[in-house]
């Protein structure tokens, strides 16, 4: 009996050992979380903040160059650090002080939350989720930028307190914070821009930010595209190059309603670096908001647009690019801009407008996946590609690639 209690305690012990020894490697499998202790900020410098509020202005094309964590942490304390340790006051002014507002930096290394009391960065995803966030906030830009900061907040901190000001009081400091960051930014030679209008639903999922935090806006960060990878050297692009279009004028068609912003956005600033004039036209002349909220003007009516007037034709897509599918009107300005081998272009949905006029018949295409039924019955080849170039007609699946897009055109209207 008694061997047989001491068989069963040293088979007990085994597999004990066992089972620790499989959680240890359980445990051992899970990625280490970093935690990057930042350097100590630094609280005097060389611009002074009215050089900083001259020099401040949105910058959107950066060099590629990364950013370090020396700078990312000044960033981080700009926008939420400790300035009066005892209280845990910080940079910027809260209600209550209450410290709604959490930033997010999404860099190529991975997701960090920062935490001011240890003015530190907790990963809490690895990976590059630049492409991602991007895709989520439908703002290309963001995929290109070395540094991508989310600000996040919790008006529900701020409930008990303040009720239904909370809210308002939560967006306030986010402004606060951001204008901080942008200053420092400028302080630092970096350029900057803050991204609003983004879908907030989607870029809560892709950062995984906690239960009852929204994401607000994002704040993009890196050397301006002229700025000097190494002291006194000059980033070479052709984008920072003399315009290459010098007197060409091209026409951006909108729909009446809901265009989508950024498609418009990138195009038409991909076209005005490479010195093309641009104007816009709609079936209706005035102010026309788009569906992330901006508003443009539109100076040419549809009806009377003469392609004779301009070297390309540009349709822009949005919910509201259906209106074009069946207009004898648009499908004519396609047919006579193809005939007079003009540069045609349309992006996302707007190929369907160039499918329906038969303009398309045996040219690679391309537009989001849901057009790709119109697209081939009406003769194309379609490829899912994000940008096809098939000689005069240049195609674009979506805003992701819209800057991209734009430089196609530049580059179809400079004959290369």
């Given at each position: ?184 930014a400028v302080c630092l030679g970096l350029g900057s821009v803050t ?222």
């Amino acid at each position: 009996m008694k061997r047989l209690i001491i068989a069963v305690l040293i088979l007990s012990g085994l597999a004990g050992l066992c089972f620790g020894q499989s959680g240890s490697r359980a445990r051992s499998r899970r990625p280490a979380r970093k935690t990057i202790q930042l350097a100590e900020p630094k609280l005097k410098g060389a611009v002074s903040l009215e050089e900083a509020l001259v020099k401040r202005r949105s910058v959107r094309q950066y060099a590629n160059r990364p950013l370090g964590f020396a700078q990312i942490g000044q960033l981080a304390w700009a926008g939420q650090g400790i300035t009066e340790p005892i209280k845990g006051l910080r940079t910027a002014p809260s209600a209550g002080e209450i410290y709604p507002i959490d930033l997010y930096f999404v860099t190529p290394e991975g997701l960090f939350v920062y935490r001011p009391r240890q003015h530190s960065l907790e990963q809490t995803a690895a990976g590059d989720l630049r492409g991602a966030l991007a895709a989520a906030s439908m703002q290309e830009l963001v995929a290109r930028a070395p540094c991508d900061i989310v600000l996040a907040g919790s008006a529900r901190k701020l409930t008990a307190r303040f009720r239904d000001k909370a809210k308002t009081y939560m967006l306030l400091e986010a402004g606060h914070v951001a204008q901080n960051i942008q200053l420092q930014a400028v302080c630092l030679g970096l350029g900057s821009v803050t991204l609003g209008g983004v879908n907030t639903r989607n870029v809560a999922r892709v950062c995984k930010l906690p239960k009852n935090t929204e994401a607000i806006y994002i704040i993009s960060v890196g050397y301006p595209l002229t700025q000097a990878t190494t002291p006194g050297a000059i980033e070479q692009s052709t984008t920072a190059q003399a315009p290459l279009t010098t007197g060409k004028k091209a026409v951006l068609i909108i729909p009446s309603q809901n265009f989508r912003d950024d498609e418009l956005v990138e195009t038409k600033r991909a076209l005005d670096m490479a010195g093309v004039e641009t104007v816009l036209a709609s079936t209706r002349r005035g102010i026309i908001k788009g569906m992330l909220g901006n508003m443009v003007e539109s100076k040419v009516l549809l009806s009377g647009l003469r392609v004779d007037d301009y070297d390309a034709i540009i349709f822009i897509g949005g919910p509201g690019v259906e209106e074009y599918f069946d207009s004898a009107v648009a499908k004519n300005i396609a047919r006579d801009a193809a005939g007079k081998r003009k540069i045609i272009a349309a992006i996302s949905a707007a190929p369907t407008i160039l499918a329906n006029a038969g303009v398309l018949t045996g040219r690679r295409a391309t537009a989001f996946l849901s057009e790709r039924e119109k697209l081939q019955q009406g003769g194309a080849i379609f490829t899912g590609a994000p940008i096809e170039r098939d000689v005069h007609i240049i195609t674009c699946y979506g805003p992701l690639a819209a800057a991209q897009f734009g430089r196609a055109i530049a580059q179809a209207l400079a004959g290369k």
